[in-house]
């Protein structure tokens, strides 16, 4: 299975916003609404940020949003803080009942 | 509060069989799917497989024929065999918990591949 894919980086200034992609195919994003969105500092376990497209755990900040169309699934940061410097993957459920992981954006405040 | 830990040999020989645990606290491993995702270092994560507490299993198509993940509810633990492995399966292995998709996590173990 091949892995999403995602920008390597992004980048913005404190206050703005900034919207990560993941695009599969439609065995995978396209196919389920099993889409979610991890974050990740250095040295540390990612860090549920989104599950199931677009909905948030409790204690995650509503600064986090999370979107699909068709094969693309998106993560929009909004009011970007120094905080929210560090890599983001998304990843799917897919028809082989399987799930597979994006290749990762490094997302860098400015 | 769930936690995983996971324990296991750091220091693996090529052509041998990794082998890790992972012990959850803090509530039972019944009813829920948990999985091994690991991460080389400086790249991104890739997906094991996953097993559901009957011991049911899915595993990654390019790491079939060298997965077995089994399930102890007794011991509210859960492991992951690696068979033949190679400096390319040297990586951070992480388990976690599949409930609303992976909320909750190990802090990974380092297992280095190497004679």
């Known amino acids: 299975q091949s892995a999403l894919t995602q920008p390597a980086s992004v980048s913005g200034s404190p206050g703005q916003s900034i919207t990560i992609s993941c695009t599969g195919t439609?065995?995978?994003?396209?196919?389920?609404?099993?889409v979610s969105w991890y974050q990740q500092h250095p040295g540390k376990a990612p860090k549920l940020m989104i599950y199931d497209v677009s909905n948030r755990p409790s204690g995650v900040s509503n600064r986090f949003s999370g979107s699909k169309s068709g094969n693309t699934a998106s993560l929009t940061i909004s009011g970007l803080q120094a905080e929210d410097e560090a890599d983001y993957y998304c990843s799917s459920y897919t028809s082989s009942s399987t799930d597979v992981f994006g290749t990762g954006t490094k997302v860098t405040v400015l | 509060q769930v936690q995983l830990q996971e324990s296991g040999p750091g220091l693996v020989k090529p052509s041998e069989t990794l082998s890790l645990t992972c012990t959850v606290s803090g509530g039972s491993i019944s009813s829920y799917y948990w999985s091994w995702i690991r991460q080389p270092a400086g790249k991104g994560l890739e997906w094991i497989g996953r097993i559901y507490t009957s011991g049911s299993t899915n595993y990654n198509p390019s790491l079939k024929s060298r997965v077995t993940m089994s399930v102890d509810t007794s011991k509210n633990q859960f492991s992951l065999k690696l068979s033949s492995v190679t400096a390319a399966d040297t990586a951070v292995y992480y388990c976690?918990?599949?409930?609303?998709?992976?909320?909750?996590w190990g802090q990974g173990t380092l297992v280095t591949v190497s004679s």
């Open positions: 976690a918990r599949v409930g609303e998709a992976y909320d909750y």
């Open positions: 439609s065995s995978d994003v396209g196919g389920y609404n099993y």
